[in-house]
């Protein structure tokens, strides 16, 4: 399958790994709706788009505003999308997520809805428009962690709201199967950007670092690719989760 003349959504596709993907697509020659979640990400939004138009001139792309935490955000924004790029739609890539490291005896009520709403909610409501509307062929691909396969303290509603998206992936995968749609899951290691550092202290990003080969972070140039292979090469791939971490954890 090539990308060529494809049209993409990706939430979060604004900046970190959503941007690097998105690069990655242009250059394939897929057109691109690039969603981002607030007025703060705007401008990044907008800049990518600026910077990949004038790279790839063929290449259409547009930016959309939405809390994907409520249903009728995600059905506008997927309506939208639908309209400005003739009614098709080929890939979905959900990269949206929130992290919190705290003990759960000191986790509140509004932290435990907040996480379980950005994180489980929010790709409920955006592989299910996906379902609808992608076309024959197409590709869903949600975002989770390998911190699924990690045995630890202190990440437990980070873990315990990215859980059910596995599960949401590979029961769509075979929903949509007589589609031809793939459905499939990336679980990124500890990834080098500002979404990993806010919770972390230099003592326990180097923990974080010195479990993963070459003794460092996932990058986000290691996992855009793995999308494209999804869409392409790896399009045999169904139903599964993929951890990609540098050996961070395993199954």
Request: glycine residues 8%; proline residues 4%; hydrophobic residues 40%.
């Amino acid at each position: 399958m090539s990308l060529e003349g494809k049209v993409t959504l990706i939430t979060g596709g604004g900046k970190n790994l959503g941007a690097s993907i998105a690069t990655i697509f242009a250059a394939e020659g897929s057109h691109l709706a690039l969603h981002y979640n607030s007025t703060s990400s705007k401008s990044s939004a907008e800049s990518l788009a600026q910077q990949l138009s004038s790279q790839y001139p063929k290449t259409q792309i547009k930016i959309y505003q939405g809390d994907l935490t409520v249903a009728s955000n995600v059905e506008k924004l997927f309506q939208s999308v639908l309209a400005d790029f003739g009614g098709k739609l080929d890939i979905v890539i959900n990269t949206v997520g929130q992290v919190l490291k705290k003990p759960l005896v000191e986790i509140d009520e509004a932290e435990y809805d907040q996480m379980f709403a950005v994180n489980s909610k929010s790709a409920f409501l955006v592989t299910q428009q996906a379902a609808k509307h992608v076309s024959e062929g197409g590709k869903i691909i949600n975002t989770v962690t390998s911190l699924l396969a990690a045995y630890t303290p202190l990440y437990t509603s980070y873990q315990a709201s990215k859980a059910p998206v596995e599960y949401l992936t590979k029961g769509l995968s075979k929903e949509l199967m007589p589609k031809g749609i793939s459905v499939n899951a990336v679980a990124p290691g500890p990834m080098d950007t500002p979404f990993f550092y806010g919770q972390e202290s230099p003592e326990a990003v180097e923990f974080h670092k010195s479990n993963a080969i070459a003794g460092r972070l996932t990058s986000v140039d290691d996992i855009a690719p793995i999308f494209k292979f999804l869409c392409t090469d790896g399009a045999w791939i169904n139903g599964q989760t993929l951890f990609a971490n540098g050996g961070y954890t395993s199954r």
